[in-house]
């Protein structure tokens, strides 16, 4: 049973120096976005980023979830596909207070699986990342656009967050009828339409050394056991950033930056919008209509 409140220790310790930002604030966002980013959360095998000494030091991934976590926390258990090595139990998140205590833990960052302890080998949803190979975010703004337009043609949901990082991602909620690989096909295929139409902006290229200035269309998310950052998830950086979602036309402000949204101002911003991905799990794209949208 989730206890009602959770204490945590060392609440003043701070996490972002520069901002000022404790671990108090950190947990007291989590407790309050958590209607907000629980939904694209629940039922999900989750890699947490832990911060021990803050931002400003050596954090670490888990992806397996700690002995010493408490029961409430559910654990997710994940079968791997390497030879000789045992499944793994992830911590998952299902209520406020599993976040609270991640932020007790000096969680800062949330990543989720693109499938659910429901169907683990189907995916749910296709990400697109934007990654860009210098710091003209306006070249991004304009191929996700380019993006957005393809999606529209074709007829399919795209729904659209900053990274909190340095891109933009695209995501497409789908159907759990078909395996990552044919899932990453499909990803691989709009990612192509899309070199096709800005060959100049963009990239395919997966060496980093080999991108140029060019923003790289990173679809190698869309495999088994890879995450992605969970909407409304703070980022280890400067200012603490949110991933946070945007309507696809807010993609055309010239003011748009992956960090512009932040723990301090997030939600000023929500109080003043509608949810932008309202009806997310609505217009989950059926396998065959996205096979024939990509052919």
Do not use: C
Request: glycine share 4%; no cysteine.
């Amino acid at each position: 049973m989730t206890p009602d409140e959770i204490e945590i220790s060392h609440p003043d310790k701070v996490l972002f120096p520069a901002a000022g930002i404790t671990k108090r604030d950190l947990a007291d966002y989590y407790a309050r976005i958590a209607p907000r980013l629980l939904p694209y959360a629940k039922g999900r095998p989750l890699t947490l980023r832990v911060f021990p000494e803050g931002i400003e030091e050596a954090g670490f991934f888990n992806k397996n979830a700690p002995d010493h976590f408490p029961d409430f926390i559910t654990r997710i258990k994940v079968p791997t596909r390497e030879a000789g090595r045992e499944a793994a139990l992830m911590s998952s998140a299902d209520e406020a207070a599993d976040l609270v205590y991640f932020a007790g833990q000096n969680v800062i960052e949330l990543h989720a699986a693109l499938s659910t302890q429901a169907d683990m080998e189907n995916p749910d949803q296709i990400i697109v990342d934007f990654d860009p190979s210098d710091d003209d975010f306006d070249k991004v703004r304009k191929v996700a656009l380019t993006f957005n337009a393809l999606l529209e043609e074709r007829e399919l949901p795209g729904f659209w967050k900053t990274t909190g990082s340095s891109g933009l991602h695209a995501h497409l909620p789908l159907r759990p009828e078909r395996p990552f690989a044919t899932v990453k096909a499909w990803a691989t295929t709009l990612a192509r339409r899309l070199y096709d139409e800005m060959p100049e902006e963009t990239t395919l290229e997966q060496r980093k050394d080999k991108r140029g200035n060019k923003v790289f269309i990173d679809v190698l998310r869309n495999d088994y056991g890879q995450t992605a950052v969970l909407p409304y998830s703070v980022r280890a950086r400067k200012g603490a950033p949110v991933a946070m979602p945007i309507r696809a036309d807010e993609l055309e402000h010239a003011d748009l930056t992956p960090d512009r949204y932040t723990l301090k101002n997030a939600f000023q911003r929500l109080a003043q919008i509608e949810d932008p991905w309202q009806g997310f799990a609505r217009r989950r794209i059926g396998a065959q209509r996205l096979a024939e949208a990509v052919s």
